[in-house]
């Protein structure tokens, strides 16, 4: 999922160096991707370098990154490309960031109305150094994309905005259509794979959204194969559910080098299936679940089955009301 190079970050930053090396076990064939057509990758790629965007496409990764460029999908990456927390599974570089770019919000929007985009996804990197934790540069971006493209969904993927008081509310009052907020992995796990987060606040940040505004969608995604049991993950599901999560998304985690956690296992695309099933049967509006699974992958075709899932299911509690 997409989760805010380390590489890049560790060099020059020695001291948030990761783990000793681990070795990558083979892929199976369900994992491998086809290679990206030249011409509108091409032109996706020319895009974000002229107007000097981050995108979690290339920061994380995402094995999905030829399908959705060459569709001119492209998920963008604000506040900087340097994230403050140093999670074992993600490849995003880690260290001190820079100033924030002011005009960030306005190259995202004009980047979206270029691109012709339905829908958008934007996410960040963790900014524990801001006082907000980067939650006003959310709402400003959002603000400049409904100027320049009104008739564009948004949904944005944050951090957790841990002891940032304040932030959550404003990015809601921003009005995304989708709040999106990656639990990553079971509460079992959170210590080894994600040492700066909170389990409990995190799902609190999923609920609150709620709380605050019912009508915008919220969404969580983990990934499998960082050494959880599938009883776990059942577990997550209806914590999820508690909090009120609309759509929720599983897909398989993917060392991205020998020095980030290990792959504990590949789960095969049947689990998947299972997966969805559970998730549907505990009532989520909809569930993504397949090893290429990420958080903003086909996010604009989810994004329009999830409104008519909900208009499909207000119908029928209005007609057993009735």
């Not at 011409?39 to 790629?45: L, M, N, Y």
């Not at 403050?84 to 924030?100: D, I, K, S």
């Not at 002011?102 to 995202?108: K, L, T, Y």
């Not at 389990?199 to 915008?216: E, F, G, M, T, W």
Request: proline share 7%.
């Amino acid at each position: 999922m997409p989760s805010p190079n380390l590489t890049k970050g560790a060099a020059r930053h020695p001291e948030k160096r990761r783990n000793e090396a681990k070795p990558q076990p083979r892929r199976p064939d369900w994992l491998r991707v086809k290679a990206p057509r030249v011409g509108a990758f091409s032109e996706t790629k020319r895009l974000m370098r002229d107007l000097d965007l981050v995108t979690v496409c290339e920061e994380a990764a995402c094995p999905n990154i030829g399908e959705c460029w060459a569709n001119k999908h492209a998920t963008m990456m604000i506040l900087g490309a340097v994230c403050t927390r140093a999670c074992a599974f993600c490849n995003v570089a880690t260290g001190r960031p820079e100033l924030l770019d002011p005009h960030e919000p306005d190259h995202v929007a004009e980047a979206v109305a270029r691109l012709g985009l339905r829908h958008v996804v934007i996410t960040s990197v963790d900014r524990d150094d801001l006082d907000d934790g980067g939650a006003n540069h959310f709402a400003q971006t959002i603000a400049a994309i409904r100027l320049s493209s009104p008739k564009t969904t948004i949904e944005v993927l944050t951090p957790d905005f841990l002891r940032k008081e304040g932030a959550v509310e404003q990015v809601v009052a921003a009005s995304p259509d989708v709040f999106n907020h990656n639990m990553e992995t079971v509460e079992r796990l959170y210590k080894p794979v994600r040492p700066g987060a909170r389990y409990a606040h995190s799902l609190r940040v999923l609920k609150q959204v709620k709380v605050l505004n019912p009508s915008i969608f919220t969404k969580s995604g983990i990934m499998v194969g960082l050494g959880e049991t599938d009883e776990e993950v059942a577990e997550m599901m209806e914590h999820l559910r508690a909090a009120d999560v609309d759509f929720m998304t599983i897909g398989q985690y993917l060392q991205p080098t020998p020095k980030h956690a290990a792959v504990d296992r590949f789960v095969t695309p049947e689990q998947f299936k299972v997966y969805a099933a559970w998730g549907q049967e505990k009532g989520f509006l909809m569930m993504a679940s397949t090893p290429l699974t990420r958080s903003s992958y086909h996010a604009d075709a989810d994004f329009a089955a999830l409104q008519l899932e909900r208009l499909k299911r207000l119908a029928q509690t209005n007609s057993q009301n009735a």
